[in-house]
């Protein structure tokens, strides 16, 4: 069982910048797959970023590509989201996520995902 703990989400201004953690405990981190995700009031959850589980591929959403950098730290346990230029819409909770097969890659689909933290909250004002 994997279990995982988001932080790092607060009140930002328009154009700033912020760092999500996640902390993963159980399992063996360095072989999954992990995800971001973010679901904003009366909106479906969004995929925002992924990465491999050897860090050799991320992909990102097309809202977010450019502006966001997935990265994880096998040695500390730990997946970041560097998010730049925010704006307005980028306001939202957001999740991180691990795949439980271990060698998968990375995945869009939030139905991909076995576990799930319980997200921290980004708000960007304008």
């Known amino acids: 069982q994997v279990q995982l703990v988001e932080s790092g989400g607060r009140l930002v201004q328009a154009g700033g910048s912020l760092r999500l953690s996640c902390a993963t405990s159980?399992?063996?981190?360095?072989?999954?797959?992990l995800g971001w995700f973010r679901q904003a009031p009366g909106k479906e959850r969004e995929f925002v970023a992924t990465i491999s589980w050897g860090a050799g591929s991320t992909y990102y959403g097309h809202s977010v590509e450019g502006r966001f950098t997935i990265s994880r730290d096998n040695g500390k346990k730990l997946v970041y989201l560097q998010m730049n230029s925010l704006n307005a819409d980028d306001t939202a909770v957001y999740y991180c996520?691990?795949?439980?097969?271990?060698?998968?890659?990375?995945?869009?689909?939030?139905?991909?995902?076995?576990?799930w933290g319980q997200g921290t909250q980004v708000t960007v004002s304008s």
């Open positions: 996520a691990a795949r439980e097969t271990p060698y998968s890659s990375g995945s869009y689909y939030s139905k991909d995902y076995a576990y």
């Open positions: 159980g399992g063996t981190f360095s072989t999954y797959a």
